[in-house]
Structures are given as structure tokens and as C-alpha cells.
């Protein structure tokens, strides 16, 4: 078997390949999810102000492992790497979102030497295994860094020309246009309200209902802004209207506004479904309804809170937060911190992570909830009145003290248990306001 590339067709060269570089290939695409994993967190720490939330973390990841994968393929098969003429799906969507979002050239390009530093680290580590003596991995290693430099060096190359052409064609596209006039609003600056809602396209006099669709993982080949779109659609259909203003945030994110010539009743907020058939895997959240340009913008940044404290409390995929629904707990949880020494506080013993602690702490709540009626508690949770009795004396004892003292304090803290242990792995993860 023979190496495509020249740099790997001496006997020597084409020898250790077939030995040590094909075997080591073969691991590095195995183990590329966990190297991508790794390398994210390496690059995230040193460059913060590209991958400021979980969507930014989970497309970067996505990117550095389809790059992983790729490389190792060229690797297996003895591909010429500086002949590469595509890059891997996930690497050409970061490129043009970066575009897209005005992330400077300089920065991206950063970003994937930074990958290729951490990722030749784990290489190297691999090769290490597979070497019979000193003098085979000091070869391997060259050829293999040689191998790979070459390939990163083709492949920054593409980047460069999908985000210029990217780029150039943004800029003259009406989807532009429309972004700036969108960070325009959610900025607060001033805009006159008929220049806007002909830029848009969007009556912003009528009731302003903001939607963000979002998925939390990066499969390649799936058209994300069609799954996203197909829930924002039935979204909008269940309120009244066909024309949503749709904007991509990123790639696995997307808001939306529906207008309403009339009031939305709030039942209709409440009962929002979408066919998770249409959208596997898509979660929604949703700002309250408001009018005017006000309107536009107020509903969008208490749809990114109802994100937020959507993805602190896990809420699976299918589902839609309301943020009226969710508006204590993301005023009582803007910091982090100062909310778990609250919670720790006021609950004491009773905030235990334990499962049984967890049932007597969310029994207390829904008792409190029911103005304390063990009856109404019961039916319920489905569970005896006696049960019910037995569970708020057990939490009383964990409390230290009545639970009729300090009840306000008290109904916020369980409102706010399950959250804040997430809290700081979630904070940032804040949906920005999208940039022109």
C-alpha cells in the first residue's frame, strides 16, 4: 500500500506509516469526540470572547471534531493533505456563522491554531503507543507533525476563502440589513418604527410575541435552520399568525417575532406545542406578549431569560418555557452565586442533594403551593394526606424551625433549589443579542 503524499514515500517514511501513523490514525478517530471535548476546553480558556455560551461551545466543538475525523481519515488512507479542496461540514457552518456574526478573521483563525496546538498534543500521546523504540516515534512523530501541519495549513486556507466569500455576500445581502436593524431594537438605540418595519418586513405596531428555538447538540447532515424553523412555524400558527420574523442566531439557534393585531390570551401561551416529529430534539422559549418596537425588544430578552433558565433546569427537548412562568426564578438567579448562598441559607439541611431529602423538599413546596392544604397536596402528588403530614413535619426538622416563618423567603428558595446547583455551569449561556 502506498502513500499519496510525497512526504511519506521514502522507505523509512512509508514504513512507519504503514506501522505506527495508520494504527495511531485509527485511534485518533476513535477517541476524536473525547480529543474534541478536550481541545474545546483548551481553546475556550484562552480565547473567551469567541465561545461566550453553550451554542458558540457546542459549534466549536462540533467543528474541531469533524477536523479530528477528517485529518485521521487523510492519515489512514495516505491522502495528500495539502490537496484538500472542501472541509468537513461542521468546519466550513463555523466559518460562515463566524462570518455571518461579524467575528473578525484574526479570531477564528486563532481559534483553530489554538485546536491545532492541543490537538497535536494528544497525538503525540497516541503515537506514543504505538512506537517499538525511540527511534521509530522520533520518526513517526516528525512525519506525523508534518502530516499534520500541512493539513491544517490546506485547511486554514479554505477557511479563509469561505469567510471572505461568506462575508462579501452577507454584506450585500438583505439578511444584513435586517440584522443591523434587529441589534439596532434590542440595543435600545433609537430607530423610527416605519424605517424599521419596512427594513423588516414586520409590522412592529402590532403585539410583539419573541420566540428562541434551540438544540443543545451539533449532529452533522442535519439541517438545523429547517428543524428550528418547523418549531418556531407551529409556534406562530398556534398564535394566529403565518409571516414570523425569523432570524438565525447561529447555527443552532434561532429567534423569531410573531405579530398580533390583538392581545394574546395568556392560555394560549400556556398551552404552546409544537410536532416534536418536525423538530426532534428542538426546545422553545418564549417572551411575553408586548407592542411596539418596546414590545420587540422586551419580549426578546425575557425569551434569551426563559432560554436560560430553561437550560438550568434541564428542561428536556419538546418542551416550551414561558417566561412568565420562569420570571422569579431568572430575576432571583441573575447572580449565580448570591442565589446559592441563599438557597443554602434559607433551606439548610432541607437543600440536600439526596433523593430523599430532594421528596420532602418538593412535597414542602407543593404545600406551600396549596396554601397548605394536605388535601388538595395530596391529590396532587398522588400520594395519602397522611403521607403529606408526615413529609412537611420531616422537612420542618431538616429546616430547623417552623415553616410558617419567613414563608415568602422560604417558597423562593425551593422555587430555586434545582437551579442553582446547575447555575455556574450555565452561566453565560445567555442567547446574545444577535450582532449585524
Given amino acids: 500500500m502506498e502513500p499519496a503524499w510525497t512526504g511519506a514515500q521514502g522507505d523509512e517514511q512509508r514504513r512507519v506509516w504503514l506501522t ?16 474534541a471535548q478536550a481541545v474545546n476546553e483548551h481553546t475556550s480558556e484562552r480565547l473567551p470572547e469567541l465561545l461566550v455560551n453553550e451554542e458558540a461551545l457546542e459549534v466549536s466543538r462540533a467543528s474541531t471534531e469533524a477536523s479530528i475525523r477528517d485529518f485521521a481519515e487523510a ?7 495539502s490537496g484538500a479542496t472542501h472541509l468537513p461540514a461542521p468546519t466550513l457552518a463555523y466559518a460562515r456563522d463566524g462570518a455571518r456574526h461579524g467575528i473578525p478573521l484574526t479570531t477564528l483563525m486563532r481559534s483553530y491554531r489554538l485546536a491545532h496546538a492541543a490537538t497535536s498534543g494528544h497525538f503525540a500521546a497516541i503515537l506514543e503507543t504505538h512506537a517499538g523504540d525511540t527511534d521509530e516515534l522520533r520518526l513517526a512523530s516528525e512525519l506525523g507533525s508534518a502530516w499534520m501541519f500541512a493539513y491544517v495549513d490546506a485547511a486554514l486556507c479554505l477557511v479563509e476563502e469561505a469567510y471572505t466569500a461568506e462575508r ?7 439578511a444584513a440589513s435586517q440584522a443591523e436593524t434587529i441589534g439596532t431594537i434590542l440595543a435600545g438605540k433609537p430607530i423610527d418604527i416605519d424605517v424599521a418595519t419596512r427594513r423588516l418586513r414586520h409590522d412592529l405596531r402590532r403585539v410583539q410575541v419573541a420566540v428562541i428555538a434551540w438544540l443543545e447538540h451539533h449532529e452533522e447532515g442535519r439541517n438545523t435552520q429547517a428543524v428550528l424553523e418547523a418549531a418556531i412555524r407551529d409556534i406562530a400558527s398556534a398564535i394566529g399568525s403565518q409571516r414570523p420574523l425569523v432570524h438565525p442566531l447561529g447555527i443552532l439557534s434561532t429567534a423569531a417575532w410573531i405579530g398580533s393585531h390583538s392581545a394574546v390570551p395568556p392560555k394560549v401561551l400556556d398551552e404552546l406545542r409544537f410536532r416534536t416529529a418536525e423538530a426532534p430534539g428542538v426546545r422553545v422559549a418564549i417572551g411575553e406578549p408586548e407592542r411596539g418596537i418596546g414590545g420587540f425588544r422586551s419580549s426578546y430578552l425575557e425569551a434569551a431569560e426563559a432560554q436560560r433558565i430553561a437550560r438550568l433546569a434541564s428542561r428536556p427537548s419538546g418542551s416550551v418555557t414561558r417566561y412568565d412562568s420562569i420570571s422569579l426564578r431568572a430575576i432571583s438567579t441573575v447572580d449565580a452565586e448570591q442565589s446559592r448562598v441563599f438557597v443554602q441559607r434559607e433551606l439548610g439541611r432541607l437543600g440536600s442533594r439526596d433523593e430523599t431529602t430532594r421528596r420532602l423538599a418538593a412535597t414542602l413546596r407543593t404545600f406551600l403551593d396549596e396554601n397548605c392544604s394536605r388535601g388538595r397536596t395530596a391529590k396532587r402528588l398522588h ?19 417552623p415553616f410558617e416563618n419567613r414563608t415568602l423567603e422560604l417558597r423562593v428558595a425551593l422555587a430555586l433549589a434545582d437551579l442553582v446547583g446547575e447555575a455556574s455551569d450555565a452561566e453565560g449561556a445567555t442567547t446574545p443579542i444577535p450582532a449585524s
Avoid: C, F, K, M
Wanted: charged share 30%; proline share 4%; glycine share 6%.
Fill in 75 to 81: 492519515l489512514l488512507t495516505g491522502a495528500d493533505p
Fill in 20 to 35: 505506527v501513523l495508520r494504527p495511531a490514525a485509527a485511534g485518533l478517530a476513535e477517541r476524536a469526540s473525547e480529543i
Fill in 383 to 401: 400520594i395519602h394526606e397522611n403521607t403529606v403530614a408526615y413529609r412537611v413535619r420531616q422537612a420542618e426538622e431538616l429546616l430547623g424551625r
Fill in 168 to 174: 462579501d455576500r452577507w454584506l450585500r445581502s438583505a
